[in-house]
């Protein structure tokens, strides 16, 4: 993978189909983000015609809302509740089979991996940077087979973001807007098409074979300019780059009692949130009685169950599950993982009922004036 | 190598050692998985029974100790609820799915050439027990041995024999601890706290091994730093909700670590600051 620096080629509005059609042609399946249940989510898709044209969104604590306009761009929004999550950790997935012998023996069989190439249009850069957190936790230490097939069979189509929304602020975390690797595709948007560049080898197969416009510099330059005054216009910021210690310096601070107070301790952040990992794992008995299906389906330490201990759950009050979430994201990921749990793509602050925001929380619990100085 | 897969074992004995805490001998069907098997003290397998579901549960080592392991593992479960319960119903030639050895077990290396105190408090600590045999196997290795046992109530001490056995050993003492004792109780009455001050502590050549109840792990850690032991001499077995074993599935963190990966053995300071705060 590398990174995008000359002028790269143009491809007009209206062959965007020719995008679509050499990926298929390709064997892939394409999905891109498309209008359902008032939102964006990612979606089989065959024709240009099914893109959010001229769709723009508005994003605040607790509120997500998507407006039609007459702007004959696909991509000017920022994202919807998905992230590529799903796609290379399915919420819910068998992860073997047990069954019972004629002899009364066990034998376990592992469940199939997911193999279907996927070319997923319109990736923001938040998504790049989780999907990297992602598989630092599933691929990093025990390799995780079946987060590593999705994985590896995922095309990526990004594109460098022109709209964020109130919620975003991936400028201060650094993942965005612009992308800038990791992908196989990548493209910026203006009002007549896009500016495309290879980042991979797969991604230059299908790049050579579009029929690209020589790409004019001007222009280009100016469709970098639209992702630089997006970031400029983020304003949400984080008490500082590394949390942790003023985190775990503040688990007395009275703020976990007051946002316990809102916090609903619904986990919806937690299951919007394109880096959190938690699962648990169960098992599903056929109905033949000798067979049985061990899986797993996304969890949340907002759950009663994610502290269980025979007898007691540890985390019995949303102010000690509140706390897991942030003490967690914004602070031990540092010590796991070498940076922030967090790419701040603004989903927990959008889809949380009550709209709470953690960038206020962690200026309340970390700021010098307030907390224990770090 | 799919990480989450089981292997087949078998149960080879059962052992009743109270009306709920049962020992299980377990051999894997699969003659090579089982000499491939190798464990240390302190590591834990996943218990995984058909149907109903997998658990972590430690290795208490075969018969002859960790040499024989690979032929026999023993698993001492107390039945607590809906797996362990049905765990312990099992019997000999019933199948059920293991995988494992996980974690991080007791630091042998470190301790060789020291004096070693077992610190353990609740039933059946089957890490403590497990540590006890291996420095039996090569008693030659370690200094002085303590064996600290506290119970709630007497009639919970389990393993009698084991205890009488292990303090007929040279320069070796077994203390033991009930907080309600018994008509035929003849050691101490209390809590395992109390016994610390009678350890005849060399702090310069002294390891603690902590295993049993958080509150009871914290003030033994926190009595022995008192008696001059340094807190890098102690280690000690954490136990929190374990779903994966493998550091996925998030449930077992304790702050950055990961229990079921970076531990279940810790050294003290490793988590000296979280431990005992509420919530964690
Ligand atoms: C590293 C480690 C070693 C252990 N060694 C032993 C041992 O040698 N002997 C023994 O009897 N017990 C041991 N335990 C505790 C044992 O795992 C729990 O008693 C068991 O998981 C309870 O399951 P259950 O379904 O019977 O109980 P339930 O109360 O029905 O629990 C439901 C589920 O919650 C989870 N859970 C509940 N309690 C625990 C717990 N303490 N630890 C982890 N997950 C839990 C499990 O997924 C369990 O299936 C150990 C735990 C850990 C973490
Ligand atoms: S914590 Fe919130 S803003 Fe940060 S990555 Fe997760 S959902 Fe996005
Ligand atoms: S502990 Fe909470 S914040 Fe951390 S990964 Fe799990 S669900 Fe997300
Ligand atoms: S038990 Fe799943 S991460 Fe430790």
Known sequence: MREAVDTPGFLPMERFQQLLDLLSQS?????????????????????????????EQTQAPGHYRLQQTDSPRHFSWANGPQALKPLTFAPRENLWYSEVTADGGLRFREAPTETEPLAVIGVRSCDLAALKLQEQHFQGGQVDPYFLARRQRLFLVAISCTHPADTCFCAATGDGPEVRNDFDISLYETDRGYFVSAGSINGEKIVQRLSLETGDPKAFSQARKEVADSAARQSRQLPGENLQHSLFTNLDHPRWQEVAERCLSCGNCTQVCPTCFCHSE????????????????????????????????????????????????????????GRSGCVGCGRCIAWCPVGIDPTEELAAICSPSTGKAD | ?????????????????????????????????????????????????????????????????????????????????????????????????????????????????EDVHIITGGLGCAPAVSVVHDLMRQRELYGH?????????????????????WAQQPDTRVLLAADEASASWHWHTGMVTGLLDKLQ????????????????????????????????????SMERNMQCAVGHCGHCQFGAAFICRDGPVFNYPQVRDLLGTRGF
């Open chain 2, 201 to 236: 502590l060399q702090p310069d050549r002294a390891i603690a091994f902590l295993c049993g109840p958080e509150p009871m792990m914290r003030a033994s850690a926190e009595r022995l730093i008192e008696l001059g032991l340094g807190a890098d001499r102690i280690w000690l």
């Open chain 2, 1 to 113: 190598m799919n990480p989450y897969l089981p292997l087949e074992a078998e149960v080879v004995e059962r052992i009743q050692e109270t009306p709920s805490i049962v020992t299980l001998r377990l051999r894997l069907t699969d003659a090579d998985a089982r000499h491939r098997f190798y464990c240390a003290p302190g590591q834990f397998n996943m218990l995984y029974l058909y149907g109903v579901g997998e658990v972590p549960i430690s290795i208490k080592s075969g018969p002859q100790g960790f040499l024989d392991q690979t032929l026999l593992l023993d698993h001492t479960i107390r039945a607590v609820g809906r797996v362990t319960r049905a765990l312990v119903r099992l019997q000999p030639g019933d199948r059920l799915g293991l995988r494992g050895p996980y974690g991080q077990g007791w630091p042998m290396q470190r301790a060789r050439g």
């Open chain 1, 282 to 337: 169960n098992d599903v008995p056929d109905v033949s009685g000798v067979k049985t299906g061990h899986e797993r389906q996304w969890d949340s330490c907002f759950s009663p169950g994610h502290s269980y201990l025979h007898g007691i759950t540890l985390r019995q009050e949303t102010s000690q599950r509140y706390r897991q979430w942030l003490t967690h994201k914004f602070g031990s990921w540092h010590e796991q993982y």
């Open chain 1, 27 to 55: 064997g892939y399946r394409c999905v891109a983000p498309q209008v359902k249940d008032s939102a964006l989510l990612f979606e089989t898709i065959e024709h240009i015609n099914a893109l959010p044209r001229g769709i």
């Open chain 2, 145 to 165: 041995i303590s064996v600290v046992q506290g119970v709630k109530h007497a009639d919970d001490l389990i393993w009698h024999e084991q205890y009488e056995h």
